[in-house]
């Protein structure tokens, strides 16, 4: 059999989204691509999910969570992880955006988590000058997760229902190698955050596609509104990302410089290295 | 292997004010941007920090800003002056653009990757017209084998990469109508040009 061209067996026996729930047909194949590999995807008129290898027909296991169909090219060894927040009964889960983008999981994980692009990427929304100093904040890896806790940022409009700026208080989760989750302070219930997750599609090395879900406090806006608005701020995002030279994210410590506002995104990098991730990234 | 060598990369006004020019030489992509004393740069167009290219940045006259996280870099050096994350902090030597060696000649932009390079090739006379110059889908062999200079135009080549050439064209001859000369020329480049790639193909 030659259906794998990806040798990272990290990377294979890792769950992996591969569509949303809501956008996939019914009793009609679906192609999606995963880790270098097609995969025909089809839901049955029961709602049933299958996922085959395309061509040799390999049958592959099937999950849905939050809102999104996952699957595994080869064993995988973790549970997916937890996001209880999307269970909350007052939470609007909206799968906000699936775009695809020209460049590699662990780049655009990478600038999910960075704060200090705000201002300059973001401009007028969740940053502005002068308001650009990122302060010390705490990183950690807990139960095989990498946090970051303790991040502020000012932001002239944090949210759609956000009508003024204000100082937002970040936490960052990496449970996975191509999917993160931030929580930010809300604006209606300073003792709750939005939640915004992140899950990378890796098509190919240097091709992914970025489904984001919001799991968010916010009783008026609709649907679209919600949608919109997250897509309004990775619209700003992806030009940056494709502009990222080399594509893959290098590993070497040395490869690229550093500030100390990046040690969320070092401990991500030094999190893949020790989980041994290579496809998507130039190992060290 | 790095290139050696002065090759033609833009003509000096393809640098207007303000602007960051995008090309390339022997593979390396290339930000080119004049700063507001006139001064022409030659930098590796990625950023030292997340490798986000400089040509998407902006220059600001006397320094160029990175699109990503607005660190920016000085003229002539690439020293890195400014890290808005760290308002309160110098940047280290380290942070630094790569700058490669630039100059303008002849209404051309000259770059060397080499530290060491020979000089620039000398012209006739004192007035030269840079034609538009031509972008070509061939290696430079062969774009070499069918460019022939004349007692009125000089050709010079850029090697973008393995596979793509640009045509730079010096008009050394008299010069009527500037505007009919440089579209006949034009003309006769772009025939050129479908010849070679006619012949890559």
Same mark, same amino acid.
């Not at chain 1, 049955?44 to 085959?52: K, L, Q, V």
């Not at chain 1, 969570?65 to 999307?86: C, D, M, N, Q």
């Not at chain 2, 995008?22 to 030292?48: F, H, K, M, V, Y």
């Given at each position: 059999?030659?259906?794998?061209?990806?040798?990272?067996?990290?990377?294979?026996?890792?769950?992996?989204?591969?569509?949303?729930?809501?956008?996939?047909?019914?009793?009609?194949?679906?192609?999606?691509?995963?880790?270098?590999?097609?995969?025909?995807?089809?839901?049955?008129?029961?709602?049933?999910?299958?996922?085959?290898?395309?061509?040799?027909?390999?049958?592959?296991?099937?999950?849905?969570?939050?809102?999104?169909?996952?699957?595994?090219?080869?064993?995988?060894?973790?549970?997916?992880?937890?996001?209880?927040?999307?269970?909350?009964?007052?939470?609007?889960?909206?799968?906000?955006?699936?775009?695809?983008?020209?460049?590699?999981?662990?780049?655009?994980?990478?600038?999910?988590?960075?704060?200090?692009?705000?201002?300059?990427?973001?401009?007028?929304?969740?940053?502005?000058?002068?308001?650009?100093?990122?302060?010390?904040?705490?990183?950690?890896?807990?139960?095989?997760?990498?946090?970051?806790?303790?991040?502020?940022?000012?932001?002239?409009?944090?949210?759609?229902?956000?009508?003024?700026?204000?100082?937002?208080?970040?936490?960052?989760?990496?449970?996975?190698?191509?999917?993160?989750?931030?929580?930010?302070?809300?604006?209606?219930?300073?003792?709750?955050?939005?939640?915004?997750?992140?899950?990378?599609?890796?098509?190919?090395?240097?091709?992914?596609?970025?489904?984001?879900?919001?799991?968010?406090?916010?009783?008026?806006?609709?649907?679209?509104?919600?949608?919109?608005?997250?897509?309004?701020?990775?619209?700003?995002?992806?030009?940056?990302?494709?502009?990222?030279?080399?594509?893959?994210?290098?590993?070497?410590?040395?490869?690229?410089?550093?500030?100390?506002?990046?040690?969320?995104?070092?401990?991500?990098?030094?999190?893949?290295?020790?989980?041994?991730?290579?496809?998507?990234?130039?190992?060290? | 292997?790095?290139?050696?060598?002065?090759?033609?990369?833009?003509?000096?006004?393809?640098?207007?004010?303000?602007?960051?020019?995008?090309?390339?030489?022997?593979?390396?992509?290339?930000?080119?941007?004049?700063?507001?004393?006139?001064?022409?740069?030659?930098?590796?167009?990625?950023?030292?920090?997340?490798?986000?290219?400089?040509?998407?940045?902006?220059?600001?006259?006397?320094?160029?800003?990175?699109?990503?996280?607005?660190?920016?870099?000085?003229?002539?050096?690439?020293?890195?002056?400014?890290?808005?994350?760290?308002?309160?902090?110098?940047?280290?030597?380290?942070?630094?653009?790569?700058?490669?060696?630039?100059?303008?000649?002849?209404?051309?932009?000259?770059?060397?990757?080499?530290?060491?390079?020979?000089? *620039?090739?000398?012209?006739?006379?004192? *007035?030269?017209?840079?034609?538009?110059?031509?972008?070509?889908?061939?290696?430079?062999?062969?774009?070499?084998?069918?460019?022939?200079?004349?007692?009125?135009?000089?050709?010079?080549?850029?090697?973008?990469?393995?596979?793509?050439?640009?045509?730079?064209?010096?008009? *050394?001859?008299?010069?009527?109508?500037?505007?009919?000369?440089?579209?006949?020329?034009?003309?006769?480049?772009?025939?050129?040009?479908?010849? *070679?790639?006619?012949?890559?193909?």
């Amino acid at each position: 059999m030659t259906e794998l061209t990806c040798e990272d067996r990290v990377a294979l026996d890792e769950w992996h989204v591969v569509a949303a729930l809501i956008g996939l047909p019914v009793e009609q194949e679906q192609t999606v691509r995963l880790l270098g590999c097609d995969i025909a995807l089809r839901r049955g008129e029961d709602h049933h999910i299958s996922a085959r290898v395309a061509g040799s027909g390999r049958s592959l296991p099937v999950q849905t969570k939050f809102g999104h169909v996952w699957t595994s090219l080869g064993t995988p060894v973790r549970t997916l992880f937890a996001i209880p927040e999307y269970d909350e009964p007052d939470r609007r889960n909206v799968i906000a955006e699936m775009v695809p983008v020209h460049v590699s999981a662990p780049r655009a994980v990478e600038n999910f988590l960075d704060l200090g692009h705000f201002a300059y990427v973001h401009g007028g929304y969740l940053g502005a000058e002068p308001h650009t100093e990122i302060k010390p904040y705490k990183v950690t890896v807990e139960q095989d997760e990498v946090i970051a806790s303790g991040c502020k940022a000012y932001q002239p409009r944090a949210s759609l229902i956000a009508d003024q700026g204000f100082e937002v208080e970040y936490v960052y989760r990496v449970p996975h190698p191509y999917c993160a989750v931030l929580y930010k302070s809300s604006v209606l219930d300073e003792t709750r955050q939005d939640v915004i997750a992140l899950f990378v599609q890796p098509e190919d090395e240097d091709r992914i596609t970025a489904h984001m879900l919001a799991s968010v406090l916010d009783p008026t806006s609709s649907d679209q509104e919600i949608k919109d608005f997250q897509q309004l701020i990775f619209a700003q995002d992806k030009p940056i990302l494709e502009n990222q030279i080399p594509k893959l994210l290098p590993l070497n410590p040395r490869a690229e410089l550093w500030a100390q506002a990046d040690a969320g995104s070092a401990a991500y990098r030094r999190w893949l290295t020790a989980r041994g991730v290579r496809f998507g990234t130039i190992p060290a | 292997m790095t290139l050696s060598g002065w090759f033609p990369v833009a003509r000096s006004a393809d640098l207007a004010p303000r602007h960051v020019f995008q090309t390339g030489l022997s593979g390396q992509e290339i930000a080119l941007w004049r700063d507001r004393d006139g001064r022409a740069n030659a930098w590796e167009n990625r950023c030292p920090h997340r490798g986000v290219r400089l040509s998407i940045g902006a220059n600001l006259g006397s320094e160029l800003r990175c699109q990503y996280h607005g660190w920016r870099f000085a003229s002539g050096t690439g020293q890195c002056v400014a890290i808005p994350a760290h308002p309160g902090q110098t940047p280290s030597e380290r942070h630094r653009a790569t700058v490669y060696r630039c100059t303008e000649r002849f209404g051309l932009v000259w770059v060397s990757l080499a530290d060491e390079a020979e000089d *620039i090739p000398t012209l006739p006379g004192s *007035i030269w017209l840079p034609l538009r110059g031509m972008f070509v889908e061939a290696p430079l062999v062969l774009v070499e084998r069918h460019v022939m200079d004349s007692d009125e135009v000089r050709f010079f080549l850029q090697p973008v990469t393995d596979q793509q050439t640009v045509i730079h064209g010096l008009w *050394i001859g008299s010069v009527g109508d500037p505007v009919a000369l440089l579209r006949q020329q034009n003309d006769a480049l772009t025939q050129l040009r479908n010849r *070679i790639e006619s012949e890559a193909a």
